[in-house]
Structure formats: C-alpha cells, structure tokens
C-alpha cells in the first residue's frame, strides 16, 4: 500500500487548509482504519484523527477544528483543519491499516506550518 499526501504549506493562524491522501495498492472501503498523525520538531508522533471501523476518533488538541473524511471511491482520506493555531505545525502523515492484525503504511508526509 502507498499513501501520498499533498495539500500542506504556510497559513496565518485562525486559517484553514485541506489535506488529502491518496491510496493505491489497497481499498480503503474495506480496510480496518485510516487517519492522520501529525510530528512537530523535538515532539513525538501524535494520532490527530481516525476512522477505525467506522468510528471516528479526535485528539482533544483537534476537537471541533479538524475533520477526518474519506472518499471510498476515490480512495482518498482528508483532513479539513480549520481555526489553526501556531501549535498545529507539524509534518501531518496520512496512514491506512488493511486489517486488525496488520502494521500501518504510512505516507511520506507534508509539512503544514501555522505562522503570521
């Protein structure tokens, strides 16, 4: 399975910017989870948002700014970030579990940077 995220960059804070991933090599509509991650510089990796068997799931930081969706037809996830804080800079990953007992793939990543 391959990811590849596009759609960070530079915003000013209160901003909104879109993430998408696409996935080959494996469908999302019958995978066991999709989401986004996020790393900031000397920080650890940090799970933002996932869809894991149709639950979707929120890091508190995130609650009621980002929106996790996915596009089963396209094989496409995507991250709706709105109202965005300096405290959002990070490189934002996009990762796809096939089943329970699988290791995620994970995308490359793209830098978003939150700056005026």
């Known amino acids: 399975v391959q990811l590849v995220e596009s759609g960070g960059g530079l915003e000013q804070p209160g901003g909104s910017l879109r993430l998408s991933c696409v996935v080959s090599g494996g469908s999302i509509f019958s995978s066991y989870g999709v989401g986004w991650s996020r790393q900031a510089p000397g920080k650890q990796r940090e799970l933002v948002a996932s869809?894991?068997?149709?639950?979707?799931m929120y890091a508190d930081s995130v609650k009621g700014r980002f929106t996790i969706s996915k596009d089963n037809a396209k094989n496409m996830v995507y991250l709706e970030m709105k109202s965005l804080k300096a405290e959002d800079t990070a490189v934002y990953y996009c990762?796809?579990?096939?089943?329970?007992?699988?290791?995620?793939?994970w995308g490359q990543g793209t830098q978003v940077t939150v700056s005026s």
């Open positions: 990762w796809h579990i096939s089943d329970r007992a699988a290791l995620a793939s």
């Open positions: 869809i894991i068997s149709g639950t979707t």
